[in-house]
């Protein structure tokens, strides 16, 4: 059987600091607890759909993040000079993250190279420091958008990314031939605390994000509000994918259509009407090939706050 290797295509909360600097999570919180009832009691007020992981630039990975064949989902991070781990310092599940790597590019990108692990988000990715929480970082001119819409405490990120199916054949991973290119869902956060470097102390727990050293403009550090306030989707499902499964383009995608604008504000960067089409209990829209974080008023949208919450609380 032959493998294919890749291709390229083309507000802060009411929480103390001491709190922030010292509170202890276990994996096993992380893994098994649901933000469903958190959600409930606190709906968010934006929506953040942030694009993160390998995409088809050289430069962020030239392929995708890999479906196993068991189903599980790994958002590989992207190769960055200034990353603070290794991919071989990555695990997942008794999986070398390196290894696998390297397998996927056909060694393009070497066990050994460093990764921007952000969106931090899985306890069981690394060794953790005490008192450690789930993070996600930005900077520059994505920061200023993020700013501009007034993203804060209270709003819910979701994150997604290029993913394919791959197999595994004489022990080596590879894309599985004919697997579709698919934009999916695979991890949230639930912002709890807003930190900029540099102004605000970064805790110790919290020094080896990337963005704790990072000068950039605009350098900020979104924290989840707690244990249950972010984490990974491990399994792919339908209602994870953001394409629409017949297309062949993974930015063609298909979601319920209380995402359809009408006269309401729309995700931003996706003004254009001749974007949106209704399809039935569902909408389409091509989304924009470039950029990274998309915003959607949810005090609009109160059927997509039911989405929202149908997502995480099969998680």
Known sequence: MDVEKCHNEFAVEDRTRGDLAGEDSTEDTWIHASPFSAIMRNPPMKLILSRKGFDSSPAYGACASPILPDGEMISLPIPHQRGTTTFDGLRHRGIDVGQLVSELTGGRVKGADPAHLDPDLDPTARP????????????????????????????????????????????????????????VLFGWLRVGHVLRPGPDRVPPWL???????????????????DAAGAGVFRQFRPDLQLTDAGSRHRSLWRMPADLLPGARPPLTYHRDPTRWGSDGKFCRLQSVAKGQEFVLDMAAYPGVQRWTRRLLGKK
């Open 128 to 183: 953790r420091h005490r008192g450690w929480r789930a993070a996600f970082g930005q900077d520059s001119a994505a920061q200023r958008h993020l700013e501009r819409q007034g993203v804060g405490a209270g709003d819910l990120f979701l994150f997604f990314g290029w993913f394919r199916e791959v197999v595994k054949v004489r022990g080596r991973y590879g894309y599985r031939p004919g697997a579709p290119d698919r934009h």
């Open 207 to 225: 020094r080896d994000h990337p963005h704790a050293r990072d000068s950039a403009p605009h350098n900020t550090i979104y924290l989840a509000d």
